[in-house]
């Protein structure tokens, strides 16, 4: 199955986030199919990119986002 999640990415301490899709088989911090955005909530007020046009392709083609995820494409104005 294809899901929409968080990959950490960043420092030790310094952490941010790649919204990406991956095969849920993959570890969550390993290989991935597509980027699809970034988060960063180390910084004030917090970072998030997200392309609205490829979270609604692979939404459409039938990729599940996390909790995490949708939560995060929802505060980005997405609908899902």
Known sequence: MVKIR???DGAKG???Y???VA???YP???RFIEKI???NPMVEPNV???DKEK???WIKNGAKPTDTAKALIKKAGIEI
């Open 37 to 39: 955005g970034v988060y």
């Open 55 to 57: 979270v609604e392709k």
């Open 28 to 30: 969550a911090d390993g």
């Open 18 to 20: 790649t919204l990406v």
């Open 14 to 16: 310094n952490p941010y």
């Open 48 to 50: 998030l990119n997200v």
């Open 6 to 8: 968080l990959r950490r």
């Open 23 to 25: 095969d849920s088989r």
